[in-house]
């Protein structure tokens, strides 16, 4: 059985951090490519940052300088350093894994991160 588990979400000031986690079990995770998405209320889904299997990373144009994924394959964790956080990055964040062959995707559940102005 499949398990992406999030934590780490909460409430936060305006330029404060907050570092999401994402525990991921029932997958071969160093072959994963690993993903952080997120939605705001009354928004679509969207892309955070992602890290493949090789470690290349790549993050929206909103969240760059100020986000760092990184991964652990040992614990089979991805980890979103988040700073400098504004209001508009109150979302539900969401862990994605995508594995190859066969092509195959899974999410978490979402965490809740809320920045207060």
């Known amino acids: 059985q499949v398990q992406l588990v999030e934590s780490g979400g909460g409430l936060v000031q305006s330029g404060g951090s907050l570092r999401l986690s994402c525990a991921a079990s029932g997958i071969t995770f160093g072959i994963a490519d690993m993903g952080w998405y997120r939605q705001a209320p009354g928004k679509q889904r969207e892309l955070v940052a992602t890290?493949?299997?090789?470690?290349?990373?790549r993050y929206a144009d909103s969240v760059k300088g100020r986000f760092g994924i990184s991964r652990d394959n040992v614990k089979k964790t991805v980890y979103l350093q988040m700073n400098s956080l504004k209001p508009e990055d109150t979302a539900v964040y969401y862990c994605?894994?995508?594995?190859?062959?066969?092509?195959?995707?899974?999410w978490g559940q979402g965490t809740q991160v809320t920045v207060s102005s």
């Open positions: 994605n894994a995508n594995l190859p062959a066969p092509a195959r995707g899974y």
């Open positions: 890290i493949t299997s090789g470690r290349s990373t």
